[in-house]
């Protein structure tokens, strides 16, 4: 289990008392999915603990346990389909094969449609007896208020800094303090990305320092990072437009920012005005919103790098 996780685990009720419908939420990268795997395992669990030695539990452990359906966005999909979403609630009525109730996870709720989503109000309005539905979303904003009103809502922590660095140092990624910090606490993330991601945020901050000095053009700079992985690039940005609007506020860019960061991101703010720093920081969280979407790498980096060109 997820350390950051324990204690909310351990204050959830007993399984026979959980409510029917579930929604778990939190930012992308925080071990949602590995909560929700978790508790429909407790949910189907001859002890109901999720002990992880039962019968059930390695059914479940292996993606085998009959009482279980996982609801995913299909590779290549842009949505969840309103036959998806019959399919969950066809499975929901029918009598469970070996545990006492049935439980259908949906692990990207954010991507059902609308007609997935009314499809779903049927089940949530009227939950057949012994069925457990669990949704998973980064952005609870984007279900329908329905369906968010008809769940109770379990609001999954990030770990803290000691707690992510533990995490990442356990499973060998370097510079764990940088890297966390780059993805705001997101350690399941900060796992995934590639282990040159440290050394991409300082490219990033070069090619924003080059602009903003006038050594470079926007569109020369941008020229590096329209092949580079967008939503990690975007991260990347985002993160650093936040320290920079810290430092404007604040004058410090946030406990998370590793030191040898902290002068270099003094230095870049000192050659931009508070307006390009909060333009740099509102457009890079929404290019980064976007980025599931089929966007032309091209045209965002170049107008964000042409937020922070140099002033005459
Ligand atoms: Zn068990």
Known sequence: MLSWQRAIWSGLADASRLPHALLLCGPPGIGKRQFADRLSIRLVCEREIACGACRACRLATGGNHPDILILRREEGKTEITVDEARGLNEFLVLTPHLAPRRVALIADADHLNRSASNALLKTLEEPPAGSYLLLVSDSPARLLPTIRSRCQRLVLPR???????????????????VILALTHGAALQAEAWPRDTPAMGARL?????????????PLDASEAWHTVDLDIGLTLLVGIAAGLALLALADTPGPAIPAEWTARLRALAS??????????????????????????RRLVWDRLF???EARL
């Open 306 to 308: 042409m937020l922070v």
């Open 159 to 177: 770990p803290t800094k000691e707690e992510g660095e533990a995490y990442l140092k356990e499973r060998e990624v370097p510079d764990a303090d």
């Open 271 to 296: 050659r931009l005005d508070l307006g390009q720093v909060f333009r740099l920081w509102d457009e890079a969280l929404e290019a980064r919103g976007l980025a599931t979407a089929p966007l032309d």
């Open 205 to 217: 901050m070069a090619s924003l320092e080059a602009v903003a000095s006038g050594a470079q053009s």
